[in-house]
Each structure stands twice: as C-alpha cells, then as structure tokens.
C-alpha cells in the first residue's frame, strides 16, 4: 500500500496565515478564516489527486493544529471542513488516515465522526477513550509515546506498552507510535515494534 499526505485545513492555514494570527481571526475576522479554509480545501484536493492519479492507495491527512482549538470552535470551523476533504478523497478513490497531533481527547467525538478509515491517536490521547467514543468499528492508530517509550524505553518496556495500547484498542488498531519517531530512538526498540505488530494478539491487562 503506497500513502500520499495532503495538509488539513487548520494545519495549511496556520502555515500560510501563522499559527497566533489564525487564532485571533477566529474572533476578529470569522469569514476570513472560513474564506481560506475554501481556498486550502481547493489547494489540497488538488494536490490530492495528484497523489491518487500517480498510484497512492491512502492520504494521510494532517492537521496538527486543530487539536489546539476547543470543541466549539473545531465543530464550527475545522469539522466542517475536514469532513469533505476526506469525503471528497473517497470520492477520488483512496482510503483517508486522518492525523492530529496533540491532546484531542476535547475533539475525539469529532474525529470520530468524520469517516476517516483510519484514525491516529497521539500519545496523549487515551486510546480506551478514543475506542469508547468513536465504537468498536473504527481503526485506531498509536498512541506510543515516541519519546518516553520509543525513544527512551528498552525493547521489553515497548512491548509491554503496545500490548498494553492493543488491548485497550481491540482488534482493529494498526501498531505505531503517536507522533514522529526521534531520530534517536534505538534500532532495538523499533525492532520490538514491528515484531509485535507481525506477530502478537492483544492479551494484555495494564494501562496505556
């Protein structure tokens, strides 16, 4: 399976607006933020098909930057949004994984909503919270923390932590950490990942 990435709306409009401007437009100049959005939402669907015509089979959607809104302001201004980008990438063809990086426990209601097939959890949202919000159907990605234990941890610590991640999770969840694994992190513990992801079942009891 080959993966394309496209920016979301708030992710794209924080890097072409900057990050503090765009969050005081949400109160000084609401149309403005929606006025870009369109022009963002036009931007990546066509950067998007791009992807899907060149042979990509799934695109990743990032949107960093909505995690960092509350879930007022995402339901009004970003749900919308992200929701028919992802629905117009279906219509293009390709599977969506969506990915916000953050807390977005605020948000996870949402997410779930928004009928990404794949749905990322970085290591500060719970993935039992996740599961209990968006059902037992959802595919759920993460949420190992890439620094505290990809990183830091030994290989045992990452296995017992994506065990521990996998049986909150259930049975449809894709191994990976929550965000960027540093550049640091021991070949050894990345080895112990992807073992478990080939070779392991969810049995474990303790928290994520």
């Known amino acids: 399976m080959i993966e394309g990435w496209i920016e979301g709306p708030m992710a794209e409009a ?3 607006r900057g990050i503090n401007t765009v ?7 609401p149309q403005f933020v929606r006025d870009l959005f369109e022009f963002v939402l036009e931007m990546e669907l066509r950067f998007a098909k791009a992807q899907i015509d060149a042979g990509v089979d ?3 959607i990032g949107d960093a ?3 960092l809104v509350g879930p007022d302001f995402y339901n009004e201004f970003i749900w919308p949004y992200e929701k028919r980008m ?3 990438v279906h219509e293009m063809g390709a599977l969506v994984r969506l990915h916000i990086c953050g807390n977005t426990r605020p948000i996870l209601d949402g997410m779930g909503r928004l009928g990404a097939d794949i749905v990322d959890l970085d290591s500060l949202a719970p993935l039992d919270e996740a599961r209990q919000t968006m059902g037992p159907d959802q595919v759920l990605l993460g949420n190992i923390d890439p620094v505290r234990v990809l990183r830091d941890g030994t290989p045992e610590s990452v296995r017992q932590a994506i065990a521990a991640c996998h049986q909150q999770a259930g049975p449809r969840y894709i ?3 929550g965000c960027e694994v540093p ?7 990345l080895r112990a990942l992807t073992e ?3 070779s392991t079942k969810p049995d474990a009891t303790a928290s994520c």
């Open 65 to 67: 930057a909505a995690s």
């Open 196 to 198: 478990y992801a080939r």
């Open 86 to 88: 992802i629905d117009a």
């Open 14 to 16: 924080a890097d072409l």
């Open 175 to 177: 191994v990976a950490p």
């Open 23 to 29: 969050m005081l437009d949400f109160y000084d100049d």
């Open 183 to 189: 550049r640091e992190t021991p070949p050894d513990n």
């Open 58 to 60: 799934i695109i990743g």
